[in-house]
């Protein structure tokens, strides 16, 4: 009788501490501290240039060797200025912030953020990144 007494006491003190957890969706300002440390805006930045850039390179590969008149180099001229638009518009961080918020807040808890912000501060910071070792 002792044994099931002391078993029932273990569950009961293992679900108050599950239930005592903090469960509840993660605060818009714990989310935008995590962007913040993991430079989330300045990589979308950087992102806008790499695109505009592969797509200028692909330009030029598809007319290499064929000669361009000043009129068609216009054309793909506006052509580009307004695929960098888009681009641009696409990675719009104002536009996208309230998006990771609810992703964020659907996906991860107050506690995980709080942990994540925590943990990763001083890595995120310093960009002192600590390999993983894997078992096979």
Sequence with gaps: MNKLLATALVWMLICGAAAAANNAP?????????????????MLD???????????????????DQTITAERQAILDRMSAKMSAVVTDMLNWDDLLPMYLRTFRASFTQDEIDA?????????????????NRKP
Excluded: C, H, Y
């Design 46 to 64: 950087g992102m806008k240039g790499q695109m505009t850039a592969m797509m200028n390179s692909a330009m030029q590969n598809a007319t290499k």
């Design 116 to 132: 994540a912000n925590a943990s990763g501060a001083e890595v995120f910071k310093t960009g002192n990144w600590v390999p993983v």
């Design 26 to 42: 993660a605060s818009d300002a714990s989310i935008r501290e995590l962007l913040e440390l993991t430079n989330a805006q300045q």
